[in-house]
């Protein structure tokens, strides 16, 4: 089992940054692909960005290219995403997932992203 808990979430202004976090359990963490998704109101998950346990990166959202970094620090078995000049579009509840090596997928409860003025 794999437990994740997020954090950093927020409302925001547009043109504004956020940074959000992901902390996970189990003593792998370093062999798992992690990634962020977002689920905006009415609409299905959809995949952000991805980082595989080799640290090579994958933005899916061409959205996001340029203002979105994910990154991992696989000492303190975390993923982060760096999120600046956030638009409206943004808003969403963002869900951080690990995949293991075997293809099992864990997700943390979600956080709240709100880009407003």
């Known amino acids: 089992q794999v437990q994740l808990v997020e954090s950093g979430g927020g409302l925001v202004q547009p043109g504004g940054s956020l940074r959000l976090s992901c902390a996970a359990s189990?003593?792998?963490?370093?062999?798992?692909?992690m990634a962020w998704y977002r689920q905006a109101p009415g609409k299905r998950r959809e995949l952000v960005a991805r980082i595989t346990s080799g640290g090579i990166t994958n933005y899916v959202d061409s959205s996001v290219k340029g203002r979105f970094t994910i990154s991992r620090d696989n000492a303190r078995n975390t993923v982060s995403l760096q999120m600046n000049s956030l638009k409206p579009e943004d808003t969403a509840v963002y869900y951080c997932?690990?995949?293991?090596?075997?293809?099992?997928?864990?997700w943390g409860q979600g956080t709240q992203v709100t880009v407003s003025s």
């Open positions: 997932n690990a995949r293991t090596a075997m293809g099992n997928d864990y």
């Open positions: 189990g003593s792998i963490f370093s062999r798992y692909t």
